[in-house]
């Protein structure tokens, strides 16, 4: 035990020995690998660190993540100075940030701001997990502020683009993670579609800039001018719609456009432009509404479309925007003028207004093909020319054809009404306007002048011009030659009388027309003459006739086939009649038939028991009113009251008329004839025969003289009588029977 005892102590150091000497091993390892201490830090420096990480997060949803290889805490001012920074601004979503590179920044913990000075590079929409997204929008700037609590970024200088399919660049710029809204404040410049052709890029300038990344929008301010190729589009502000990183539609204030081709310019114009792409940049369609005009230009001339609102239509084929067809609502007007031919006059420039039209082009939308109305409105050809009348169509629906260089090919409207105007004559006052109505109308025009050559109308057609009236179911107006030919129920009337006829050809230039087919004429009378039984000055002249013409300005009068004209009770029949109004002629062939009514006195006669007639008949007939002078020629036959008068030849002299007093004298003042006379009178139970080479009739006396060619007198009661001369009168029944030494008189009476 005792020996035990003396043993422990030893035991103990031994330990103490053996753990002290471990403990100055492990204490000297410990030393050779500790850290050097660390360095004294400088003076305002609170702290420092390498790979520093802050996160700012709520309702612990990360918001904000900085990341930077060194650090540095100042203590005056409150600022964390940052190197190699990474700045994370987490959606709200949280499946993306918005990630920001810098060489520098500083952290103001008392603005709770991150400022860099230095070059700036932010790429937006960056995934939280995963391979970044292609085309990611990225931004590079210097002078960027970003703020702790909300994530935006802001700077005051040149920023620079670089974003799907484009870049960009402006002076200032915004940017909110958040509401991932990106805005450009003012200078921007924007260049969309690189990838595409040079001609394809579309340039965006404006005063102001934002990008609404979660509804693909960007807004101009500030005056927007957008420019792809040959297409310029203006505006006071627009709004630019994205989809899949293409711009799909653009909407314009105040704007004001257009594209510029090799052969033609297309300019337009509104309060409101909206404007349709299709893939890679083309224009499908143009909206403008407010004030809206579309102007088309191209060596065939220029189109402008006007109204409340105009849409664009474009063919796409080959990635081109091509005009196919444009739609004007809203008081709408369409002018067209087309370009000069040559030495040709340009056509008359037309304009046509409708609530509603629609223009269609043809096959590489530069010239037109069609102009179409939806709605009532009114068609105006205005003279570029002096040849060239100023015409205004009205109706309820117009289709207009062109041709080649828009030179027009053919009009169509329904329940139509026009007006031309007629070139004035020298000296003389404006002419009357030509009107017309119908149902339908159609129209041809030369397709080398665009000028008028027919107009067609038809269903109810009627026509004014100064007091001349006219209708039938169809009427054709021949520009070239100034006609216009009606059928079917043909009927034209003016001051100086009217006719009716199957058909009816009127000379716009003379006044003159040809009627044909059952024609019923009544011409007014000259009252500047001197009235006879042939040609009254007092009462009209009414004809029936196949065919019936005018000519001289209506002062030539001729009627063919079945000829009958009347005056009162007075009649002439014949083949052919020609009246002359000037010099008071009239002339008649082929069976002709006339009947002269005697006892005229200034009122209108009335066939009726007790009137006595004159009848001539004979093959041709001329009539001087000049000379009261009628001549009957060509186996003649003169019937007057009981009195039969055969002759090669009659002259028949008529009285002339005096209104201004009752009077019951013959119309017929006197006759002469001629050749192979034979004269038969009868009563009831009496007759005489005459013969001779010449006789004359004068009505007031009832005296009939007979000479030349052995005269003789036949007499059924006295018997027969001849001599040089025989005079009788039929109303006393004398004779006067005259000789000569070589024809003594010869009487054989009856007893």
């Known amino acids: 035990m005792r020996r035990a005892r003396r043993l422990l102590p030893i035991a103990i150091l031994a330990i103490a020995g053996a753990v002290g000497l471990r403990y100055s091993r492990q204490r000297a390892e410990q030393i050779t690998v500790a850290p050097p201490p660390p360095k004294v830090l400088p003076l305002n420096t609170q702290a420092a660190n390498q790979d520093w990480v802050y996160t700012h997060s709520v309702d612990q949803k990360p918001v904000v993540e900085v990341r930077a290889r060194d650090m540095r805490h100042i203590r005056e001012p409150d600022q964390l100075q940052l190197d190699q920074v990474e700045l994370r601004l987490f959606h709200k979503e949280g499946q993306e940030h918005d990630l920001v590179r810098s060489a520098s920044a500083v952290f103001d913990r008392s603005q709770g701001a991150l400022i860099s000075e230095g070059e700036v590079e932010i790429t937006l929409g960056a995934p939280q997990d995963g391979p970044p997204r292609e085309r990611l929008m990225r931004i590079r700037s210097s002078g960027v502020r970003f703020e702790e609590k909300s994530g935006k970024a802001s700077t005051d200088r040149r920023a620079s683009f670089q974003f799907d399919r484009g870049d960009g660049e402006s002076t200032g710029a915004e940017y909110d993670p958040t509401l991932r809204v990106l805005r450009m404040l003012s200078q921007v410049r924007l260049r969309w579609g690189l990838e595409g052709p040079p001609d394809r890029v579309m340039t965006i300038e404006t005063g102001e800039l934002v990008y609404r ?19 310029v589009l203006e505006g006071s502000d627009a709004v630019v719609t994205l989809e899949d990183g ?184 404006a002419p009357a306007p030509g009107l017309t109505w119908s149902r339908d109308l159609l129209a041809h025009f030369d397709p080398k002048t665009g000028e008028m050559t027919n107009l067609e109308q038809w269903g109810d057609f009627r026509f004014e011009e100064g007091d001349r009236r006219a209708k039938a179911e169809r009427a054709l107006f021949e520009a070239p030659r100034n006609r216009i030919t009606l059928e079917t129920g043909a009927e034209m009337r003016d001051a100086a009388g009217s006719v009716t006829a199957g058909r009816i050809l009127l000379d716009q230039n003379t006044g003159d027309f040809t009627a044909e087919g059952e024609v019923t004429s009544m011409r007014m009378p000259d009252k500047k003459g001197s009235s006879t039984a042939m040609l009254s000055a007092e009462e009209p002249v009414q004809a029936v006739s196949h065919r019936m013409t005018t000519s001289g300005n209506n002062q030539r009068i001729v009627y063919d086939g079945g000829a009958v004209l009347w005056q009162g009770a007075s009649r002439l029949e014949a083949g052919h009649i020609e009246i002359d109004r000037k010099d008071q002629i009239l002339k008649a062939r082929d069976n002709v038939a006339s009947r002269l009514v005697d006892g005229r006195d200034g009122k209108k006669p009335a066939p009726a028991k007790g009137v006595t007639f004159t009848t001539i008949r004979a093959p041709a007939l001329a009539y001087a009113a000049k000379d009261r002078l009628a001549h009957y020629s060509g186996d003649v036959v003169l019937v007057r009251s009981g009195l039969e008068v055969r002759a090669r030849e009659i002259r028949a002299f008529l009285r002339e008329a005096d209104v201004r007093k009752a009077s019951s004298d013959s119309s017929l003042e006197r006759a002469i004839a001629d050749g192979a006379v034979k004269i038969l009178q009868s009563d009831r139970d009496r007759s005489r025969r005459a013969s001779s080479e010449h006789a004359e009739y004068y009505a007031g006396e009832e005296k009939v003289m007979l000479s030349g060619g052995h005269p003789q007198l036949i007499d059924s009661k006295k018997g027969t009588s001849r001599g040089r001369q025989l005079t009788w009168w039929a109303n006393n029944d004398r004779l006067l029977v005259e000789g000569a030494e070589s024809q003594p008189v010869v009487s054989r009476i009856t007893r």
């Open 213 to 231: 990344e979660q509804d693909a929008k960007i807004f101009l301010t500030g005056g927007a001018r957008l420019r792809r190729g040959n297409m």
């Open 246 to 429: 293409e711009i799909r539609l653009v909407e314009a204030r105040q704007a004001r456009g257009g594209e510029q081709q090799p052969r033609r310019l297309i300019e337009y114009a509104a309060d409101q432009l909206n404007m349709n792409f299709g893939g890679k940049g083309v224009v499908e369609k143009i909206t403008a509404e407010g004030g809206a005009s579309l102007t088309a230009k191209s060596d065939s001339g220029w189109t402008r479309v006007t109204a409340g609102r105009v849409d664009l239509e474009f063919d796409t084929q080959d990635e081109e925007s091509r005009l196919k067809r444009a739609l004007g609502y809203g008081s709408a007007t369409v002018e067209s003028r087309p370009a000069p031919r040559g030495q040709d006059p340009p056509a008359a420039t037309r304009m046509l207004k409708a609530e509603a039209v629609e223009l269609t082009m043809r096959a590489g939308g530069e010239e037109i093909d069609r102009l179409e109305t939806h709605s009532p409105g009114t068609v105006e050809f205005l003279p570029n020319h002096a040849s060239q009348r100023r015409r205004r169509l009205e109706g309820e629906r117009f289709w207009i054809h062109y041709g080649e260089a828009n030179h027009l090919k053919s009009f169509r409207a329904v329940n139509v009404q026009t007006r031309t105007d007629n070139h004035p004559r020298p000296d003389t006052k």
